[in-house]
């Protein structure tokens, strides 16, 4: 285990999507300058695989599947008991699905996974960010690109589906999420919207081969190498931005007033989320019996 490097505090880090690519990198950089780490991934055998690779006590694996709200409760719920503030959320949890499927909740599973585990692990573990001396969430997606759009008519999808018209949704509310977070008045923590670009990360996770072997080709030819791709994030950790709300595209600065980041849309995305969250809750609520 490497000691905290001089002048600088140890930080309690939590990495959703961190046993792969991106977020394994920077779990390791982070465990590197001495910090807490969790990461939190659906594969046991690939937590099991990086804890073994780093032999670290600083380090924890929380296997969750994060397409599950219970799930995201849970891993909520472990690590409010364990820490009592956190210094960086960095959000990269996502798979792409190229037939439609829902979740255990009945929610199509890009939205779930890529959009809806960010919004409720930077929602409800608000308080514990607030309570870091300065604190911050990282949201890597595709802040920037202007594809896709939110289908409000059909969030979900039901009519017409396809995995990069999921993905591009996906990507869009993360967006609008960046916005809506940044823009409460409680939210102590300063909001990253960080798209790396192409990366050489995760192209052993597609389900089809012919894709995955193109995408390996590709990360070959011309994709950006990892350790570029999260040296930003590494860095914003130890020195979070000025304003509530950063969005960089590829060391690009985004205009916030591009419409991908149009702060009603994000208003309207929160209330479309928490009303479908509490749809949820109340089927979970069996109805007390009348009494007569």
Known sequence: MEDTMPGQQRKTVIISGGTDGMGRATALERLARGDRVTVIGSSEAKGRALLDHVANPNLRFLRADLSSIAEVERVVADIAERHDAIDALALFANRISPKRRETVDGLEFTFALYYLSRYLLGSRLRPLLNAAPAPVVINVAGVGNTAGRIFWEDPQLTRRYGPVRAQLQAGRANDLLGVAFANQAESKARYVLYHPGFTRSGADNHQNPLVRGAIKL?????????????????????????????????????????????????????AYTEDQLRSLRDLRTPEAPQAG
């Not at 030819?221 to 590494?234: C, F, G």
């Not at 979070?240 to 702060?263: C, Y």
């Open 218 to 270: 590709l990360a070959t030819l011309s994709a950006r190498p990892v350790a570029d791709a999260v040296r930003p994030i590494v860095a914003w950790i130890d020195h979070p931005p000025i304003d509530p709300l950063s969005a960089i595209d590829r060391g690009r600065t985004v205009d916030k007033s591009l419409k991908t980041l149009n702060p009603d849309d994000a208003t309207r995305l929160v």
